[in-house]
C-alpha cells in the first residue's frame, strides 16, 4: 500500500492515502497513472463521503518484471488501521461539516486509498480501506509487536504528499530553496516517494522546525508533516547515519548520500582530478540488464570564447552486499577526508586556467589527449604548445563540447584583450581572462585546447603541467654564419617583436609581412636561424613542408589560407621548408604548376608576419618572386671552421655526464666532411651509446657512430649509381 498526505480545499484538513504496494515501479506506469489525486475521486466531492459500490475489491495490479519499488515502514498508517474497525470501512469525514476554515488551516490529517479502478492506468483514490487491504492489515495486526520488531515490512508506504498548508510551504520555501526539480510556488507543494528532497536536507528542514520556537500554531503545521516523514524516511535516516560512521552504503539507499548541488569528486591524481556540480540522481531498472544509478554531473569548460556549463552522465552499477565511497566512480567530497586539500589545489588550478583563457606561447612535458588519433586518445607530448581553444574548436567542432554560457565578469582593466608583451616567462599572444566566483572555480575541467609545435597536432592539454618557456638567450651566438647577416637578422627579429605590423602598403592589408629566402644545401643552418629568430621574437615557430600542403591547387590554396591565419592569430614565425615548387619558373608546358605558383604569390601579397622560404634551386626561381622577397641568405657548405664550431656548440648542450673529447679529437672531427644535421645525428647516436654504458661520451662512440654512418652512405651511393647504370 501507498500512503498519501493532502489538504482538503474545502475544509483545510490534510489527508493521508494509502495505495497498494504491488511491487508495480512507479517509473516505468504511465504519466496519467502518476496523478494525484485524480480519476474518480475528482469527480467527488471531498466534503462529503465517497459512495464506493457494493461490489468493490481492491486487487493487486499486475506486477512489472524488474521495476519493484521499494516498501517502507510506516507506523502512522499501522496505527489508523489498527483503530479501523474492519467489519466496516470507516471513512475519514469527521471534519466535512467545517466549511469555514480557510483552506490547509485545519491541522489534520485525511486518509485516501487506492481502490479499484475501471482503467488500468488510472488510480481510484478512495476515503475507505479496501477489504483486501484491510484483510491484509488484519493479519500483521494479529501478529503484533513480534513482527514489527523483527522488521516485517507493512503492506503500506507513502505514495506522495500534497502540501497546503501556508505555514509549511513558507517552511519549505526556506528549506529546499535550490533543489532541482521544484517549484515552490505552486499552490500545492506535490511530493513524490521516497522524498529525496526532505532526505537530502533533513537536517534544514529540522532546524526549521526548532527555529519557530515557542510559535505553536506553525510548529503544529509542521511536526504533522514532521511524523509522518520521520517513520516513512525512517530507513534512509539510518542509512546515512550508518554511512557517516562506518563508511559503508548500500545499493538500495546509495541515493541517500547523492544530495543534489553538492560536489562530487572521481579518482584522479591532483594533475587531472576534477570536481562536479550534482545535478540528478535516478535509480534505473531496465527491462533487460541490471538496474543502475544514472548521475547527472555538471563541469564548467572553456571553448575559446567563453566559459560554459557541461552535463555529463555517470552510471553506478548494481552491487551487493555494502560499499565504501572509493568503490565508485565518482563520490561525495563532503565524505573525503582531505577534501580541504582537495579543493584548495582544484581552485588554484582553475586560476590557473583562468590565466590561460586567449592564446599564450607556453612549454609542456606530460600526457595529452590526441584529438586525430583516438583508439590511443592519450600521446606523450614534449616540447613547445600554443594554448589556443579558439582556434582548435575551428578545426575540431566535433571535439568541443556544446555547452550553455555562464553570467560571468570581465576585469574592466583589461578592455584591450590583444597584447604581445612578454608575462614573466612565458609570451602572452592574445588575452581575455573572465572572472569566476569560487562555486565555479570549484568545477571547472582540468583539459585546455591548444597545438603541440614539435607535433604538428592539435591535443588536449593538462593545465596542471602547463609551464612557462625557459628561453635560449644565446641561440644567436650558435648559428654559423657572418657577423653582418647574424647583426641583420637580429635587427629583424626585435623589429617585427617591439613594432608588429606597423607597416602597410599603399592598398590596405597588402605588404605587411617579411619574408626571408634561406638558399643552401641540406645541414648548413637554414632551420636553426628561423628557430634563432622565433626564439629572440619569443615566437612559435610554425613549421611546414611543400609537400604537407599538397599538388592539387585547390587544396593548396585551403591549406595555405588556414596556414597564414593560424600564423597570423599566434603572431608566429612561419617556416616553408622546400619551398621549391612553389618558387619555380611558369613555362607554358606545366599548368598545374603555374596555378601553384600564382596562388602562393598571390597569397604572399597579403600575408602577415614573418616567412622564411627554404631551398637549394635559386636559381630556378621565377621572377615575380625578386620583389617579394625582403632579405635572402646564401649558406655555403660548411668548412673545416664551420664543422669544427658546430661540433663544439653540441658538446656544450650536452648534459648528465658530459664528454670527455679533447682539442686535438675535436679537429679530427672537423676535418671529416659532414653537414650540420649530419654532425646532429651523430652527437645524438654517440649520446645513447654513452648513457647505455653510463659514461661521459668518448671518441670511441663517436667512432662508432661515424664508421656505421659512412658505411650506410656508401651503400645509399652504390645503390644510385646502379640505378643510374640500368635507366641512363
Not at 547 to 565: I, M, S
Not at 687 to 710: C, K, N, Y
Amino acid at each position: 500500500m501507498i500512503s498519501d498526505i493532502i489538504s482538503n480545499s474545502a475544509s483545510g484538513e490534510s489527508k493521508i492515502v494509502y495505495k497498494q504496494d504491488d511491487g508495480t515501479n512507479d517509473d516505468v506506469e504511465k504519466a496519467d497513472r502518476n496523478k494525484t489525486p485524480t480519476s474518480e475521486t475528482s469527480k467527488t466531492d471531498l466534503k462529503s463521503p465517497l459512495q464506493i459500490p457494493s461490489d468493490h475489491s481492491s486487487k493487486p495490479k499486475p506486477q512489472v518484471q524488474a521495476e519493484v519499488p521499494q516498501e517502507t515502514s510506516n507506523e502512522n498508517v499501522a496505527t489508523d488501521l489498527d483503530d479501523a474497525d474492519l467489519s466496516e470501512s470507516p471513512g475519514n469525514h469527521e471534519n466535512d461539516n467545517e466549511t469555514n476554515t480557510e483552506p490547509g488551516m485545519l491541522c489534520q490529517s485525511y486518509n485516501l486509498y487506492e481502490g479499484k479502478s475501471e482503467y488500468s492506468q488510472c488510480i481510484n483514490w478512495v476515503d475507505q480501506i479496501p477489504f483486501d487491504m484491510r484483510v491484509a492489515e488484519a493479519e500483521d495486526k494479529k501478529d503484533g509487536a513480534a513482527v514489527i520488531s523483527e522488521g516485517i515490512k507493512r503492506k503500506t508506504k507513502i505514495h506522495s504528499i500534497v502540501v497546503q498548508s501556508p505555514f509549511i510551504k513558507k517552511a519549505l520555501q526556506e528549506v529546499l530553496r535550490g533543489y532541482p526539480g521544484l517549484d515552490l510556488d505552486e499552490e500545492k507543494l506535490n511530493f513524490r516517494s521516497p522524498f529525496e528532497p526532505f532526505v537530502h536536507r533533513w537536517k534544514q528542514w529540522q532546524s526549521a522546525i526548532q527555529k519557530e520556537g515557542t510559535n505553536f500554531e506553525v510548529k503544529e503545521h509542521l511536526s504533522l508533516l514532521n511524523e509522518i516523514l520521520r517513520n516513512e524516511l525512517k530507513e534512509a535516516l539510518e542509512s546515512i547515519r550508518h554511512f557517516e560512521i562506518h563508511g559503508k552504503i548500500t545499493f538500495e539507499h546509495l541515493w541517500c548520500i547523492y544530495r543534489p548541488g553538492s560536489l562530487l569528486s572521481d579518482h584522479g591524481e591532483e594533475d587531472r582530478r576534477c570536481l562536479y556540480r550534482l545535478l540528478t540522481v535516478k535509480h534505473v531498472k531496465p527491462f533487460l540488464g541490471d538496474e543502475f544509478y544514472r548521475v547527472t554531473v555538471n563541469s564548467i569548460d572553456w571553448d575559446g570564447k567563453r566559459f560554459g556549463n557541461v552535463s555529463a552522465s555517470v552510471q553506478l552499477p548494481d552491487f551487493k552486499g555494502s560499499r565504501g565511497i572509493a568503490d565508485f566512480e565518482v563520490f561525495p567530497l563532503d565524505y573525503c577526508s582531505d577534501r580541504q586539500s582537495i579543493t584548495h589545489k582544484v581552485v588554484r588550478r582553475s586560476m590557473k586556467l583562468l590565466s590561460l583563457c586567449g592564446t599564450h606561447y607556453r612549454a609542456y612535458a606530460a600526457v595529452a589527449k590526441d584529438v586525430e588519433n583516438k583508439p590511443l586518445n592519450v600521446r606523450w607530448v614534449r616540447g613547445r604548445i600554443v594554448i589556443d581553444a579558439a582556434g582548435f574548436a575551428y578545426i575540431n567542432p566535433q571535439n568541443v563540447h556544446q555547452h550553455s554560457p555562464l553570467s560571468i565578469e570581465r576585469d574592466p582593466a583589461d578592455s584591450d584583450n590583444e597584447s604581445n608583451e612578454p608575462e614573466g616567462d612565458g609570451y602572452i599572444i592574445s588575452q581575455s581572462e573572465p572572472r569566476l566566483d569560487e562555486n565555479q572555480l570549484l568545477i571547472c575541467t582540468c583539459w585546455i585546447r591548444g597545438f603541440s609545435i614539435e607535433a604538428k597536432k592539435w591535443v588536449q592539454l593538462l593545465v596542471f603541467h602547463v609551464q612557462d618557456i625557459a628561453w635560449n638567450g644565446n641561440v644567436f651566438d650558435k648559428l654559423v654564419l657572418p657577423l653582418g647577416q647574424k647583426r641583420l637578422l637580429l635587427s629583424l627579429a626585435r623589429t617585427q617583436r617591439e613594432a608588429g605590423d606597423t607597416f602597410d602598403d599603399v592598398i590596405r592589408g597588402k605588404g605587411q609581412g617579411t619574408i626571408v629566402l634561406l638558399n643552401g644545401s641540406p645541414g648548413v643552418g637554414k632551420t636553426l636561424t628561423a628557430e634563432a629568430v622565433a626564439e629572440e621574437m619569443k615566437a612559435p615557430l610554425y613549421s611546414i613542408s611543400a609537400g604537407e600542403l599538397g599538388t592539387q591547387p585547390d587544396v593548396v590554396e585551403q591549406r595555405l589560407k588556414a596556414v597564414f591565419e593560424t600564423v597570423r592569430n599566434w603572431r608566429a614565425v612561419l617556416l616553408l621548408d622546400e619551398a621549391d615548387i612553389f618558387l619555380e619558373q611558369r613555362n607554358a608546358h606545366d599548368l598545374q604548376r603555374n596555378s601553384l605558383v600564382s596562388i602562393f604569390l598571390q597569397r604572399l601579397e597579403y600575408f602577415s608576419g614573418t616567412l622564411f622560404l627554404t631551398t637549394n634551386r635559386v636559381e630556378t626561381f621565377d621572377a615575380a618572386f625578386s620583389s617579394r622577397i625582403h632579405l635572402s641568405l646564401t649558406y655555403p657548405d660548411l668548412d673545416v671552421a664551420s664543422r669544427r664550431k658546430v661540433w663544439s656548440n653540441f658538446f656544450s648542450n650536452l648534459e648528465r655526464a658530459g664528454h670527455n673529447i679533447s682539442e686535438t679529437q675535436l679537429d679530427t672531427l672537423a676535418s671529416i666532411n659532414m653537414n650540420g644535421r649530419e654532425i646532429k645525428n651523430a652527437m645524438k647516436l654517440g649520446s645513447f651509446l654513452a648513457r647505455d654504458e653510463d659514461g661521459p661520451l668518448s671518441m670511441e662512440h663517436l667512432r662508432t657512430v661515424l664508421i656505421a654512418m659512412q658505411k650506410w652512405k656508401l651503400e645509399e651511393r652504390s645503390k644510385r649509381s646502379i640505378l643510374r647504370s640500368i635507366f641512363f
